[in-house]
T-cell receptor, first 109, second 114 residues
Framework: GDKVKQSPSALSLQEGTNSALRCNFS?????VQWFLQNPRGSLMNLFY?????KENGRLKSAFDSKESYSTLHIRDAQLEDSGTYFC???????????WGSGTKLIIKP | EAAVTQSPRSKVAVTGGKVTLSCHQT?????MYWYRQDTGHGLRLIHY???????EKGDIPDGYKASRPSQENFSLILELASLSQTAVYFC?????????????FGHGTKLSVL
């Protein structure tokens, strides 16, 4: 099965609403990264997390290594938040990342 | 489950030397991509390809060449490696156009240029 499982796989929201994306890990993740992929393929790093939480504007992310999950909360969703969100976990303190399958988010006006 | 395999897993190269990173996918995908990630930053697209024997420039193609000799294989070539090219490189594939399809990533290649 997937070592990094993202949910939901797709999500459609009205502008101004809130959402929560989740990654569950079946590996001993030590760090987690969240990315947003734009339509051209470039990925923008949103958060790099050790266990704990980080907040940046309307985005907030948490990583609980003991319970093996991470979440990404988007508050007051805007049209430009549309795209595919990936989480990726690093295990065993090496540089290699294990990627989730992504959540495709569509924000509607 | 699609498999994207990168080799080598890590490499140390000397400045001015030639480096070739290889990527192999077994899922019959048309699209393949090379990204680099610098510490603390997101991935940036270097080159991509949607058909064998053809490659396209991404966001940061300078200093890199790409080769797609077959549907399964996509290589990234640094003809004259430089210190600034020290990074982790990720290969990915997708069935069709990137905005519509899930990306399958390799585990990454750590390149250190000394």
């Amino acid at each position: 099965g997937d070592k990094v499982k993202q949910s939901p796989s797709a999500l459609s929201l009205q502008e101004g609403t809130n959402s929560a994306l989740r990654c569950n890990f079946s590996i001993a993740a030590t760090t987690v990264q969240w990315f947003l992929q734009n339509p051209r393929g470039s990925l923008m790093n949103l958060f790099y997390l050790v266990p704990g939480t980080k907040e940046n504007g309307r985005l907030k992310s948490a990583f609980d290594s003991k319970e093996s999950y991470s979440t990404l909360h988007i508050r007051d969703a805007q049209l430009e938040d549309s795209g595919t969100y990936f989480c990726a976990a690093e295990a065993d303190s090496n540089y290699q990342l294990i990627w989730g399958s992504g959540t495709k988010l569509i924000i509607k006006p | 489950e699609a498999a994207v395999t990168q080799s080598p897993r890590s490499k140390v190269a000397v400045t001015g030397g030639k480096v070739t990173l290889s990527c192999h996918q077994t899922n019959n995908h048309d699209y393949m991509y090379w990204y680099r990630q610098d510490t603390g930053h997101g991935l940036r697209l270097i080159h991509y390809s949607y058909v064998a024997d053809s490659t396209e420039k991404g966001d940061i193609p300078d200093g890199y060449k790409a080769s797609r000799p077959s549907q399964e294989n996509f290589s990234l070539i640094l003809e004259l490696a430089s210190l600034s090219q020290t990074a982790v490189y990720f290969c990915a594939s997708s069935e069709s156009q990137i905005s519509n399809e899930r990306l399958f990533f390799g585990h990454g290649t750590k390149l250190s240029v000394l």
